[in-house]
């Protein structure tokens, strides 16, 4: 099992988070998302994406769990709708 699959496989969040971003996923278009989400160029592959996008979301699981004032629901939720996505992009290749 690769490093990407197993941080998936390990990623436990609060049941609103995950309902959120799965009814996000529908939207969800990679071009448009991932250039705004991620403030680069479009990464060329779905595991490209998940590289940038895994630390970007534990950064925000952190300020979740610490009560940050910095932390913001949306931000979190549009991060993990591209996860999802990302993710199931990189399962299906």
Same mark, same amino acid.
């Given at each position: 099992?690769?490093?990407? /699959? ?7 969040? =609060? ?27 479009? =990464? =060329? /592959? ?8 895994? =630390? ?5 699981e952190k300020r979740r769990?610490?009560?940050? /004032? ?14 999802l996505a990302e993710a ?6």
């Amino acid at each position: 099992m690769c490093k990407i /699959t197993s941080e998936l496989n390990d990623l436990r969040r =609060p049941s609103l988070l995950v309902d959120a971003a799965n009814c996000g996923t529908e939207a969800y278009q990679r071009r448009r998302d991932l250039r705004r989400m991620l403030r680069v160029a479009i =990464p =060329p /592959t779905a595991r490209a994406a998940l590289e940038k996008l895994l =630390p970007i979301e534990a950064d925000l699981e952190k300020r979740r769990r610490m009560g940050a /004032t910095t932390y913001s629901f949306a931000r979190h939720v549009d991060i993990l709708v591209a996860l999802l996505a990302e993710a199931r992009a990189f399962r299906a290749s």
